[in-house]
């Protein structure tokens, strides 16, 4: 607030200070210092004193001189409005009070201000001024009308993704650059692409295909303050409850993302809410051991009034309260609000009913569809009824073993069924209070339960199962229930945490803890679509009224989806994908993608889609040839696809030439198969296919369909590729999932001979940990040498690169090994693993050639040599992303940006510009110092000491390295800049494809988007 009254009143911090201190000595204003900034509120008598004194000219007059001090400063570049928890609030309301009405446009359509609102209000307080202020917006022009639609629809469907801008080093490039990802047509695209035009100096991106990626089905993303753990629709179609993690439960608009009303009574988390079947109120079950009912008839009357309010005043001199979205607090809540409350002062309630008696968190609850009665069950096993007054009807305190997780009514309320995390669903008389049946087949907690219309069915959802539950008129179950299969393997550890079924009863919608929800269509017993890229964990589901929308909780994050759009087939792509540059022409490019059911759709799960181009025209989608492709790769010359399958199976697509008069494609060519699913595949020479599987072998498989399997490895091949021996044949090389490096010798002109059996009875339990090179002539082992001890390699590469051994000499005996291998000397293998560590290590001898150890920033996910090997990038689980020297021992510099694992990297050949990609893709700028010194060596030198400028996205580790006499510190000899960022749909990307010029990026996030990015 002082740095507003030092704006409006033209004065320094000090001043201010001095002048507020003066007021609060006179008692009449209030300080307060919070977290180290001072407060400052009025009573109401004074300010209604004010309100009165001031006519309305004078108050305009007053609201007119604020704004024109806001232009004067800032006007230029209204990007740079202070974020003072005030300016960026309430400076539409000024406006609008000043009865300058003529100015809105410059605010709201000025991409600068809007990036920067959206950075730090949220959609939310944006939709909701396009709204208000509407009309004055619309004046002039229907161009205006135009704009502002397309101003709305960016803050609606991408304003979420805004929030994470503050921390670029120049939120305005990265809001600019989201606006990029408008349709051509959107005048929010043309606004963005004026500001490139002007700003040759600053990174963009061009989106190339986004025209052809329609992602009509996410209609908006609310974003909240914190986790949401349940939603529900209220009887008024477009308001929504929300419950909060921190015991808060919101009435918001799921069209323009407005909240309406806040529900305060309850001190912990909200875990389930429910309306009653008339609409006036709502129920939640909290984790702070009660039930409490709610007025919401009243809240949604109140929340309606205030639209039809806040729509019609538009006259400054009117009197009326201003439409701005915070109303001032009532006296006791100004000077007490709920999140700064003395302990002595009670919590607000605003709830009509309490009931309590679990004495425990209760977990759920339901309203009868007769309205009649609730049921409600707790953390200690207990289920309670109680009639629509509040009283209780029926007690079971040991209704199952475990607590209960789940409830629900029969449609015509006669009985209810409970879940539990003992695994068993229980099904109860409702007006008795009777047991029924127990229905125990679930061998994990029951998370969910719906019952059908009929009267005669239960679909009960476990962590990891589904099951439908029929029964005939007596009640008695029959042994008709669906098993799910998750067609994943058990690393995943993949669970469903809620679900909801449709209408007519024959979809079921899950979420999981993949960040996605499934579409199970029940008569079919199989699942139709997916939808992928939300924020977190999918925790609450609920559908719309006529079916046609659902609404999605994930996080902090409400997302609501239309069912009726259906994505195009370049939306539904998973996220591992091949693609490459046939030449130097960016249009040269060739990706091979897999399809995903992504939103409601007929498409079959796994098949290969082949497109072409900067606009990812798609040129090939071929037929299922039986199990689904789960791993594929392309060749050079771009003429081949390698596929791997679900199955096992391998095989190969001939692609026409690009520009090709026909599409026709031959049926796939099935190299053979493995015992289990194919995770790692490469091309070698003379379009030679390796591949790796799931049953730990690597198969190496010939042009002319001959093939070598290549056995006794530990794990799972997870890397597979081959390598040019020194007598011109061919060195096969797999990685497995526990660790350990194997090699095969192929003779040039002669096929691999299948290996002899490995005994590895010689090998002690740290085997996950031994790099060993065989022979695959002999089946003796070349060399063997440990690489991380007692961890887990995460990521390896063979690299070309002539490097002294860390000891700087060579032995006799290193020399002699050198001559007896057939390995080149200049293979390098590079390793990295959980124990933050990664080695350079020989391939040849096993030598050690140099270690880093960056424990400190975690386990290292993925790593990159820069083109002379004289830069390491790591990129770590916990988002950081770090930069060592390999030629000089000095102190990494760590890059701090992403919240997830950095899943991918790329460095220029120059080494001076780096790409990570993460839970975005960011692009940074390196300065490397080729001359390092120490501070007195650069002083000496005539240099300035090289630092590195502060900044929370750019710190040093609090380790120190030094250099070789262990004497004097190193100082850093690496900056680096955040050009720019790029936000995805989705949640993440796993892998990026980069052009030889650096002017073309390719990726798919998990939401089944593909990126083609094109430097402007």
Not at 404 to 430: I, Q
Request: charged share 25%; aromatic share 8%; proline share 4%.
């Amino acid at each position: 607030m002082a740095q507003v009254l030092g704006t409006y009143w033209d004065m320094s911090a000090d001043d201010v200070e001095d002048a507020m201190n003066d007021l609060v000595n006179k008692s009449l204003v209030q300080d307060m210092v919070d977290s180290n900034t001072t407060l400052y509120s009025m009573h109401d008598l004074i300010f209604d004193y004010l309100a009165h004194k001031y006519t309305s000219e004078q108050k305009a007059e007053m609201h007119g001189k604020l704004v024109e001090r806001y232009l004067d400063k800032y006007g230029s570049d209204l990007s740079r409005l202070p974020d003072d928890d005030y300016t960026l609030w309430f400076i539409g309301q000024h406006v609008h009070r000043s009865g300058q009405h003529h100015l809105f446009p410059r605010f709201y359509f000025d991409l600068g201000f809007v990036g920067n609102k959206l950075r730090v209000t949220g959609p939310s307080d944006l939709l909701s001024d396009f709204r208000k202020y509407g009309e004055f917006l619309d004046r002039d022009s229907n161009d205006n009308i135009t704009r502002r639609i397309d101003f709305e629809n960016f803050v609606r469907t991408a304003g979420h993704r805004a929030a994470g801008l503050s921390k670029a080093d120049d939120p305005a490039a990265a809001a600019v650059q989201l606006a990029l990802c408008q349709p051509d047509s959107s005048e929010v695209y043309k606004a963005a692409e004026r500001i490139c035009a002007e700003s040759s100096d600053q990174l963009f991106f061009r989106w190339r295909n986004k025209e052809a990626m329609r992602w009509s089905n996410v209609l908006l993303t609310k974003l909240f303050s914190g986790s949401v753990w349940d939603v529900v629709f209220t009887y008024e179609e477009n308001l929504v409850l929300a419950a909060y993690g921190d015991g808060h439960i919101k009435l918001w608009n799921m069209l323009t993302g407005d909240e309406h009303r806040s529900f305060h009574g309850h001190s912990d988390r909200v875990n389930q809410l429910t309306v009653s079947p008339s609409g006036d109120r709502f129920v939640s079950a909290s984790e702070d051991g009660s039930l409490k009912i709610w007025d919401l008839d009243a809240a949604i009357m109140e929340a309606l009034g205030t639209d039809d309010d806040q729509l019609t005043v538009h006259d400054a001199s009117s009197g009326q309260r201003t439409p701005s979205p915070r109303i001032r607090h009532s006296s006791s809540s100004a000077f007490f609000p709920e999140s700064r409350r003395p302990s002595g002062l009670p919590r607000l309630d605003d709830s009509v009913q309490t009931l309590e008696g679990h004495g425990t968190a209760v977990a759920c609850v339901d309203w009868s569809p007769d309205g009649h009665y609730l049921i409600s069950g707790a953390d200690n096993g207990g289920v309670k009824v109680w009639d629509c007054f509040g009283e209780e009807v029926h007690s079971h305190p040991t209704a199952h073993e475990k607590n209960v997780t789940c409830c629900s009514f029969s449609p015509d309320s006669s009985y209810f069924a409970t879940g539990s995390a003992d695994g068993k669903v229980r099904l109860w008389c409702t007006e008795k209070g009777d047991q029924l049946y127990t229905f125990s087949q679930h061998n994990l907690r029951v998370i969910s339960l719906s019952l059908s219309k009929d009267n005669n069915s239960i679909v009960s959802v476990a962590d990891k199962e589904i099951f439908l539950w029929v029964w005939n008129t007596d009640r008695r179950p029959s042994r008709d229930f669906i098993p799910v299969q998750m067609g994943r393997s058990a690393v995943d550890h993949d669970l469903y945490l809620c679900s909801r079924l449709n209408e007519d009863q024959r979809l079921l919608v899950v979420g999981t803890s993949s960040n996605m929800y499934e579409t199970w269509d029940l008569q079919e017993k199989r699942v139709i679509s997916t939808q992928r890229g939300f924020a977190g964990s999918v925790t609450s589901l609920v559908f719309s009224r006529d079916g046609k929308q659902l609404l999605a909780g994930a996080d902090d994050t409400v997302t609501t989806c239309s069912l009726t759009a259906t994505p195009k087939v370049e939306d539904s792509l998973q996220p591992l994908f091949s693609a490459r540059f046939v030449s130097a022409d960016p249009q040269s490019l060739v990706v091979a993608a897999i399809t995903s059911n992504n939103g409601v759709q007929e498409r079959r799960d796994g098949e290969l889609t082949v497109l072409r181009g900067l606009e990812g025209k798609v040129t090939k989608t071929t037929k299922p040839v039986g199990e689904k492709i789960i791993i594929t790769k392309i060749n050079k010359t771009g003429t081949l696809v390698a596929f791997g399958c679900e199955d096992g199976s391998v095989g190969v697509y001939h692609l026409p030439p690009a520009g090709s008069a026909t599409q026709e494609v031959p049926e796939p060519n099935i190299l053979g198969k493995h015992n289990d699913r194919v995770i790692s595949l490469k091309f070698g020479p003379n379009d030679t296919v390796v591949s790796g599987s799931e049953d730990k072998t690597m198969k190496v498989w010939w042009p002319d369909n001959r093939s070598v399997a290549c056995g006794g490895n530990g794990g799972a091949v997870t890397q597979v590729g081959l390598y040019e021996a020194r007598d011109h044949g061919l060195i096969a090389v797999s990685c497995s999932r526990d660790g350990t490096l194997k090699g095969w010798r192929a003779p040039v002109h002669v096929r691999l001979p299948r290996l002899p059996s490995i005994s590895t009875a010689d090998l002690s339990e740290s085997y996950r940990t031994v790099t060993r090179v065989y022979r695959a002539d002999t089946g003796k082992p070349i060399t063997a040498h440990l690489t991380h001890a007692g961890s887990t390699v995460t990521c390896y590469r063979i690299v070309r690169a002539n490097l002294p051994d860390e000891n700087g000499a060579t032995s006799a005996a290193t020399a002699a090994a050198r001559d007896k291998s057939p390995c080149p000397d200049d293979l390098v293998v590079v390793t990295a693993g959980v124990d933050g560590t990664v080695k350079m290590c020989r391939l040849c001898t096993g030598d050690l050639i140099k270690s880093f150890s960056l424990e400190e920033f975690g386990p290292v996910r993925t790593f990159r040599l820069s083109a002379d090997n004289h830069l390491l990038v790591t990129g770590h689980d916990n988002g950081s992303v770090v930069v060592s020297r390999t030629d000089h021992q000095c102190k990494p510099l760590r890059l701090q940006f992403h919240h997830s694992m950095v899943n991918d990297l790329a460095i220029h050949p120059n080494g001076r510009e780096i790409i990570s990609l993460s839970d975005s893709l960011a692009w940074w700028r390196l300065d490397v110092d080729e001359n390092p010194m120490s501070p007195r060596g650069r002083t000496r030198a005539g240099q300035s000491p090289l630092v590195v400028p502060p900044s929370p996205r750019l710190t040093l580790p609090a380790k120190r390295y030094f250099n070789y006499n262990r004497r004097t510190s190193l100082t850093p000899e690496i900056r680096a800049t955040l050009r720019q960022v790029f936000s995805f749909r989705g949640t993440l990307a796993r892998r990026l494809v980069v052009s030889d010029d650096w002017t073309t990026l390719v990726t798919i996030d998990d939401a089944g988007v593909l990126y083609v990015l094109q430097v402007m």
